[in-house]
């Protein structure tokens, strides 16, 4: 088969210590609104057709060394602002293009905030 076959990622599956603890941060700073739950990961709605979900590894290791995914936003400076005033570690603008920052949640995983 020589053509393109995947359509889409459905889910993006983050490595989180604590379920219940990283579930309740990533509502309260991001207002996640909870698809569903079970024992060891918790499915959170962003947009249709976008499945992040958080799984829980008690000894999982982030690394700094990337970012495994991008939150796209409407207007970064107003959403880094916000997220600076909820006490969240942002880092300085990152260069280039497109316009963007990186938050570090409570398990030390580094994410993206982009503006399209």
Not at 16 to 43: C, D, I, T
Not at 79 to 105: A, H, Y
Request: proline share 5%.
């Amino acid at each position: 088969m020589t053509e393109k076959f995947v359509e889409r990622i459905d889910a993006v599956f983050l490595p989180v210590k604590n379920l219940e603890e990283s579930l309740a941060w990533y509502q309260s700073v991001f207002h996640f609104p909870l698809r569903w739950k079970n024992k060891r990961m918790a499915g959170l709605e962003i947009a249709n057709n976008c499945g992040f979900h958080l799984v829980e590894v008690p000894d999982y290791e982030p690394s700094d060394q990337y970012t495994p995914l991008n939150f796209v936003v409407e207007d970064v400076k107003k959403v880094r602002e916000m997220l600076i005033r909820k006490n969240v570690t942002v880092s300085n603008w990152r260069n280039g293009e497109p316009k963007r920052f990186d938050v570090t949640d409570i398990n030390n995983n580094l994410i993206s905030v982009i503006q399209l």
